[in-house]
Each structure stands twice: as structure tokens, then as C-alpha cells.
């Protein structure tokens, strides 16, 4: 007969498969990849939100004083922070260093998706899904309708390429521009926290400026560069990635040209204020 200890090893070894049978036929199937993602995405903001809370109420005494509303955002800053970091990396890896979007593969590189490149886009889909529906509970206070449209726009076109794996290359190329993302978020602490003349808050000032330039304005023109010599693989796409293509860049370049006129005016009077 089988002692105690031998039946508890037998009995965890048996859930411990049934576990692994379970995230493999389901939560990581080809079809249910991207609802896990999308769980996973929305899972993640709200495991960063409570470690920005519990971080800064542990390192930084004035988060206490801070009123709901401020706390509400500075917790929200530190979720949107850490899915910049990962759409970033994870962006500029399949477009710049992976195969997947290689032009020296057969077929058209419109066409191009995987299980990694649908899996990172749900995760996105989780975040801008959380961070619209705080956007919208606390509005205006997280962000007037600018964001409203900045968020709508990302979901719509976030959602559509990771559901029909078309036109995914640009939507990855327009989500590198994230990168920006937690330069503004520590523009805004550093200015909660009251340290707004301090040397930090200069040079993340030019920092954003130069990410911002990159990122946002000449990366979308680049965009628009491999649109124009890739037409011919463009236009095999469905009409409505094809609108998706050019409507929402075109409109986030001009939302973030706007941004940068601002970011540069700031960037002025704070220069002028150090001389």
C-alpha cells in the first residue's frame, strides 16, 4: 500500500498536468491566445497600479497628502509606465529585430502575424481597454476627449489587426511610439512632487523633446514611407484595414504634432527661466 506522502506526490503531479493540459489546450490555443492576452493586459494594469501605490506609499511621504484624485492618477501614470516599457520593447523588436516583417520572406509583409505578435497586441488591447474605462469614470480628470479619441483610435486598430493579422506592422510602428510614455508620466511626478526647478526635470524635459521628435513625428513618417513602396501589398488588404491604415496615423500625427508644439513652448519657458 502507498504511504500518505506518496499519495499527496501522486495526487499534485495529477493537477499539476491537468494545469498544464488546461493553459496549453485553452489559454494558449492558437484561437483563445488573444482572449488570454487581453486578460492578461488588464490583469497586468491592475497589478501595476496597486505596486505604484504601495511602492510610493512606502518611499515618497508626500503620496499621503496627496488628494483621491491626485493618487487616482499618479497609481494610473505608474500602470500606463509599465505597458509603455512592454509594448515598447516588444514593438521594436518584431519590427526592427525579428523576421516576421522582413521583406526578404515570400508574401506580403501586410499579411504577416504570429502567435507573439497577437499575443504582445492583446496585452495592449487589456491596457488601453482599463485605461479608457478609468478615463472615462474619472472624466475629465485623467484626460479630456483628446484621450477619449487617442484611446478609441488605438483600440479600434489594435483590435482589428490582431483579429484578421492584417496591416500589424504599422499598428506595431505606431505603438512604438509608447516609448513617450513614461517620459510624460515622470514629467507630471516630478512636477506633483514639487521639483519642477529641479535639474531632473530639465533634462527629462529635452529628453522628451528628442523621444517625442523620434517617436511620434519622424517614425510616422517613416511609416508613411514604407506605405508608399509597399502599395502594391497595401491595397491587397480589406477595405476597412486599408482605411485603418492611413485615417488613424494621419490623425495621430496631427494629435501628436499638436502635443509637440506644446512640449516645445514648455521646453522654451523653462530654458528661459534657467538663464
Not at 526592427?96 to 504570429?114: C, E, I, K
Amino acid at each position: 500500500m502507498m504511504d500518505l506522502s506518496t499519495t499527496s506526490m501522486l495526487a499534485a503531479k495529477a493537477y499539476k498536468y491537468k494545469a498544464e493540459s488546461l493553459v496549453k489546450e485553452y489559454l494558449l490555443a492558437d484561437s483563445y491566445v488573444s482572449y488570454t492576452a487581453v486578460l492578461g493586459g488588464i490583469l497586468m494594469c491592475k497589478m501595476a497600479y496597486d505596486i505604484t501605490s504601495l511602492i510610493s506609499s512606502l518611499y515618497y511621504k508626500g503620496y499621503g497628502s496627496l488628494t483621491k484624485i491626485q493618487k487616482l492618477e499618479w497609481n494610473n501614470r505608474g500602470m500606463s509606465t509599465v505597458h509603455a516599457v512592454f509594448i515598447t520593447f516588444m514593438s521594436v523588436y518584431l519590427v526592427f529585430f525579428s523576421n516576421l516583417f522582413s521583406d526578404q520572406l515570400d508574401g506580403p509583409v501586410t499579411f504577416r502575424s504570429s502567435n507573439l505578435s497577437n499575443f504582445t497586441l492583446g496585452v495592449s488591447v487589456g491596457y488601453f481597454m482599463t485605461d479608457l474605462a478609468m478615463i472615462l469614470w474619472a472624466y475629465p480628470s485623467l484626460g479630456g476627449m483628446e484621450y477619449v479619441v487617442h484611446h478609441m483610435l488605438s483600440l479600434i486598430s489594435i483590435v482589428y489587426a490582431m483579429y484578421s493579422g492584417e496591416g500589424q506592422l504599422y499598428t506595431y510602428m505606431v505603438l512604438i511610439s509608447e516609448t513617450t510614455t513614461p517620459g510624460i508620466n515622470l514629467r507630471w511626478f516630478l512636477d506633483t512632487a514639487g521639483l519642477k526647478k529641479s535639474k531632473a526635470y530639465l533634462v527629462n524635459g529635452v529628453t522628451m523633446f528628442v523621444a517625442w521628435l523620434v517617436a511620434r513625428i519622424i517614425l510616422f513618417v517613416y511609416l508613411f514611407y514604407h506605405i508608399y513602396f509597399h502599395y502594391d501589398q497595401v491595397k491587397q488588404m480589406h477595405t476597412f484595414s486599408c482605411i485603418l491604415i492611413f485615417a488613424v496615423p494621419t490623425i495621430l500625427l496631427v494629435m501628436n504634432t499638436m502635443w509637440f508644439a506644446k512640449i516645445l513652448r514648455g521646453l522654451k519657458k523653462t530654458l528661459a527661466k534657467r538663464q
